[in-house]
């Protein structure tokens, strides 16, 4: 699909269309309320488009050879994510990793070391 760029009024929403895999899955997962959680790997960017609201450049987009298919993604001007599911938008936001922890490298040792130091790591030098 190309890029869709069609000013109409109102804002500016990005479009990140859901690639054909996850759409997949996507299309089978069991409907859930609440905020969607998505991630940018499963996602196009393909253009903007302006609209009042997510329906209306549901509208606007509908009648273009790019028409928003459940799974695709509509960006706001803040943000904000709204997601196009079969029974209309919802919002959504992307996943985030949550950080690694940061391995403990061993208990510092009350014991003087021959280094001079309670903590050394092998991973240096």
């Known amino acids: 699909m190309r890029n869709v760029r069609v000013h109409y009024y109102g804002m500016i929403f990005r479009i990140h269309r859901m690639k054909d895999a996850p759409r997949e899955s996507f299309r089978w997962a069991a409907h859930t309320g609440g905020v969607a959680i ?8 393909a253009g903007e488009v302006e ?3 997510p329906y209306a450049a549901w509208q606007t987009l509908r009648q273009t050879e790019g028409p928003l298919l459940a799974g695709d ?3 706001d001007n803040s943000g904000t994510l709204f997601i196009a599911k079969y029974i209309g ?3 959504a936001q992307w996943w985030v990793p949550e950080p690694k922890p940061v391995p403990q490298s061993g208990v510092a040792s009350t014991q003087p070391s021959d280094h001079g130091a ?4 092998p991973h240096f030098g």
């Open 51 to 53: 609209a009042a609201t």
């Open 73 to 75: 993604v509509l960006e």
């Open 38 to 45: 998505v991630k940018p790997k499963d996602y196009d960017a």
């Open 118 to 121: 309670a903590l050394a790591s």
């Open 89 to 91: 938008f919802e919002k």
